[in-house]
């Protein structure tokens, strides 16, 4: 059960307006990849190079300009550089800097926090050095 302190600030949080009106959020793991479209459109994609187009064309079809994703292991790597090949915004998020929802958590729930936060600019790119 949410305490009303919990009740108050994801009411908070909802209640803000949205700046990347075009944005997903995607949860990757070692199996597969929760890509959120909008908050109630999430999709499971597997994590094969043939999966990772598939989630960029998902992504198009949907008209999604700006992706964020968290920087865990070494999975995002990749995805990361697909998505920028097909020419989206990748905001590439320290998994460290999220603030998690608390309870029960899920992929599902990590990719729509993520699509949540990212669409109402909370979220901040992480450095990447350019490529020698």
Same mark, same amino acid.
């Given at each position: *059960?949410?305490?009303?302190? $919990? !009740?108050?600030?994801?009411?908070?949080?909802?209640? *803000?307006?949205? @700046?990347?009106?075009?944005?997903?959020?995607?949860?990757?793991?070692?199996?597969?990849?929760?890509?959120?479209?909008? /908050?109630?459109?999430?999709?499971?994609?597997?994590?094969?190079?043939?999966?990772?187009?598939?989630? $960029?064309? =998902?992504?198009?079809?949907?008209?999604? /300009?700006?992706? $964020?994703?968290?920087?865990?292991?070494?999975?995002?790597?990749?995805?990361?550089?697909?998505?920028?090949?097909?020419?989206?915004?990748?905001?590439?998020? !320290?998994?460290?800097?999220?603030?998690?929802?608390?309870? =029960?958590?899920?992929?599902? @729930?990590?990719?729509?926090?993520? /699509?949540?936060?990212?669409?109402?600019?909370?979220?901040?790119?992480?450095? /990447?050095?350019?490529?020698?």
């Amino acid at each position: *059960m949410k305490t009303k302190n $919990a !009740n108050e600030s994801a009411d908070k949080i909802i209640s *803000m307006p949205v @700046v990347n009106l075009h944005a997903a959020g995607i949860d990757l793991g070692s199996k597969s990849h929760f890509v959120c479209v909008s /908050q109630d459109n999430v999709k499971e994609f597997g994590v094969f190079t043939i999966d990772l187009h598939a989630i $960029a064309r =998902h992504l198009k079809e949907h008209e999604v /300009q700006t992706v $964020a994703i968290e920087s865990t292991g070494f999975y995002w790597r990749p995805l990361y550089l697909l998505l920028l090949d097909y020419g989206f915004e990748v905001v590439l998020v !320290n998994a460290r800097h999220l603030k998690n929802v608390k309870g =029960h958590k899920t992929d599902v @729930v990590d990719c729509k926090w993520l /699509q949540l936060l990212h669409s109402i600019g909370l979220l901040s790119n992480s450095f /990447q050095p350019n490529e020698c």
